[in-house]
């Protein structure tokens, strides 16, 4: 999907954050913050037609896994195309994560990533999905967020004892790039 697409959604639906796909540069900045090298379970919050998803599935190691969370039909049904049997789209928001990820029998995942427009989210659900993501990462688990403004880092402080904000200016618009953990 490119961005006419994007634009399309951006549209029709007041969820999506952005009217063109995550940079590479965006990318590759929080990737440095994922241990590559062993497995990980990682949920992905807003991962729109997997730009970023794709990335990560070619890095992970043959037994990781991944949860998409997309309230999109149109970018969950592109984001079902990667036929990857690491990958799970599931066509529900952020807000049912731990319902979802008590389904799959997680108890902790490693890695929670977020492009979801937290300043667009009344106060209640963002504090619900923020509070249920620091529960559901373990002690040694990171919460990482991509974000057009800096709004969410008094929010994360709230629920993660170590919050890092980072800006990354080769993005359309610059992102900010926050690692919570706890």
């Known amino acids: 999907m490119g961005t006419i697409a994007y634009i399309k959604n951006f549209i029709k639906d007041r969820q999506v954050a952005s009217i063109t796909?995550?940079?590479?540069?965006?990318?590759?900045?929080?990737?440095?913050?994922?241990?590559?090298?062993?497995?990980?379970?990682i949920i992905e919050f807003g991962p729109a037609d997997g730009v970023f998803t794709k990335i990560i599935l070619e890095r992970l190691t043959p037994t990781s896994e991944i949860i998409a969370l997309e309230t999109n039909t149109d970018f969950a049904a592109s984001l079902s195309q990667h036929h990857d049997k690491r990958l799970t789209v599931v066509n529900r928001s952020a807000e049912d994560v731990m319902e979802i990820a008590s389904s799959r029998n997680w108890h902790r995942a490693d890695y929670i990533l977020s492009g979801i427009p937290f300043s667009f989210l009344k106060k209640e659900l963002k504090h619900k999905i923020l509070q249920d993501s620091a529960q559901l990462l373990g002690d040694k688990g990171f919460f990482l967020a991509y974000q057009n403004s800096l709004h969410l880092k008094p929010h994360l402080n709230a629920y993660f004892p170590n919050v890092q904000t980072e800006i990354e200016y080769l993005n359309i618009p610059p992102m900010c790039i926050f690692k919570a953990g706890k």
Do not use: A, M
């Open 21 to 41: 796909p995550t940079s590479r540069h965006t990318i590759e900045r929080i990737c440095r913050h994922i241990n590559f090298e062993k497995d990980v379970r």
